[in-house]
DNA sequence: AGGTATTCACATGAAACTATTCTCTGAGTTAGG
DNA sequence: TAACTCAGAGAATAGTTTCATGTGAATACCTGT
């Protein structure tokens, strides 16, 4: 107890190397955005009409991860929202990110995402679809309005259930008799539209922009304006926003994994005590980064899931690549042992499909001509990790079980 | 030797099924008047 | 009679199973030289 107490006085005592670090996480939103002038303007240029409450074009916005999209789009609506309740212009934005599982992945959960944001609730289950389009409808139409509707990561959406639902919403405006709808689409899938019903396509880029990487230059720069309110003054050591800069320009340009870099860094500086960040912190934070990802991704795994893993990390010490059959095989002894119910090779083959998807191994189809075809899987996580996996999941088996 | 045809061991697709969670509806029940 | 309860029908969704079809190239088989 009196440990404890101590720990925690000791902690406050100490200063923190942070000033704020707000601005290190990566919803943040800063006040002035870098290098993004022009395309926030064109963009600003595309959605003024709104103000005027004139339906603006439907907007398209490409760009790899960390190149600003988001942070752009949420920038200008923030304004705008602003200045629309100063002079009481019934503009609505609304902002959804079609990629969070469970909440706006599909038709009915996006729908009722929106309507979450005119403040009414929808149940998550038991109503049909077009009850709840029916609720959206009147809920939109029910003043004279302009709606901006931003869809983050359009391409989730579509990937999962074809592209109707967006010829839906395209369409929704010449339904209604007051309000109008603009679709804002954020990709950072570049050929996303190719394989889109040309219908959707045309309506929904209207305009399209497109956010180009940031060079370490400029993700220098982007660091140092950060930095220099995040931490205390003197606390980052020269050359670590420089290296940092150079590890995410490394990685097409994706500044949130630099700012992410940095925050770490800072945090584990400060949790060894230590007065400055220095280069060092920058390392041992993209190795954390790198295996809380890995852990994560496997911890938030279902079961099933993570026998499939543990048959696979069973393997690895044997030989090196190995295939669908064998992992199979080992997977259904596993689960006899453990008593879980087996589950099909077809399934396991989409859940090693998945395991590629998420990089966690390697898998790559190959034809072993007369002897079939099938996927040759490697791991490519050291031992450490593999180790560590293993007691994850072992635990994690009997816990539930 | 050179050219086809086979064949393996899965991959990939589509549809249907299961279980869970939740709503809505209407029949039956209850309590109060 | 109004309020309440509760079972049953229907939905959305995730995770599977079933059935069907696809597939790349190492081998087996054949052919004419």
Do not use: W
């Not at 929704?172 to 394989?195: D, P, R, Y």
């Not at 922009?209 to 980052?236: H, T």
């Not at 060092?280 to 190795?287: G, R």
């Amino acid at each position: 107890m009196k440990k404890m107490k101590k720990f925690f006085e000791h902690f406050l005592e100490r200063e923190s190397l942070f000033t704020n670090k707000a601005l290190l996480l990566s919803h943040y939103v800063p006040s002035e955005i870098l290098y993004r002038e022009e395309l926030i303007s064109e963009i600003a240029n595309i959605l003024a009409p709104s103000l005027r409450v004139e339906r603006p074009s439907n907007l398209f916005v490409y760009g790899k991860t960390g190149t600003g999209k988001t942070l752009s789009i949420k920038y200008i609506l923030q304004s705008m929202d602003q200045i629309a309740k100063e002079r009481e212009i019934p503009l609505k934005s609304i902002y959804v990110n079609c990629k969070l599982k469970r909440v706006a992945d599909t038709e009915y959960r996006l729908i009722a995402q929106i309507i979450k944001a005119f403040g009414r609730e929808v149940p998550a289950t038991g109503l049909p679809t077009d009850e709840v389009y029916n609720i959206f409808y009147s809920l939109l139409d029910s003043k004279k309005q302009i709606v901006l509707l931003v869809l983050d990561e359009i391409d989730q959406l579509t990937k999962k259930m074809g592209d109707e639902m967006l010829y839906n919403l395209t369409r929704i405006n010449a339904e209604l008799k007051q309000s109008q709808i603009c679709l804002i689409g954020i990709s950072n899938n570049l050929v996303f539209a190719e394989n889109l019903d040309p219908r959707v396509q045309s309506s929904l880029s209207e305009e399209e922009l497109i956010f180009p990487p940031y060079n370490a230059l400029q993700i220098q720069d982007i660091l140092r304006q950060r930095c220099e309110q995040a931490f205390a003054p003197g606390v980052v050591e020269p050359g670590v926003v420089e290296k940092c800069a150079a590890y995410a320009a490394r990685e097409h340009g994706d500044a949130r994994r630099a700012i992410d870099l940095l925050r770490v860094a800072g945090e584990l500086a400060e949790r060894e005590n230590s007065k400055t960040v220095a280069l060092n912190h920058l390392d041992k934070a993209e190795e954390k980064i790198e295996s809380d990802k890995i852990v994560n991704t496997v911890t938030s795994q279902p079961k099933q899931f993570q026998l499939v893993l543990y048959a696979i990390l069973q393997l690895t010490p044997n030989k090196r690549p190995f295939f669908t059959g064998e992992i199979y095989e080992l997977y259904s002894q596993v689960c006899k042992k453990a008593q879980f119910n087996v589950l099909t090779q077809r399934r396991i083959s989409d859940i090693l499909a998945e395991f590629d998807m998420l990089g966690i191994i390697n898998a790559k189809i190959i034809s072993k001509g007369r002897y079939g075809r099938t996927r040759e899987v490697s791991v490519s996580l050291d031992e450490m990790m593999k180790i560590k996996l293993q007691e994850l999941i072992e635990k994690s088996l009997k816990m539930n079980n």
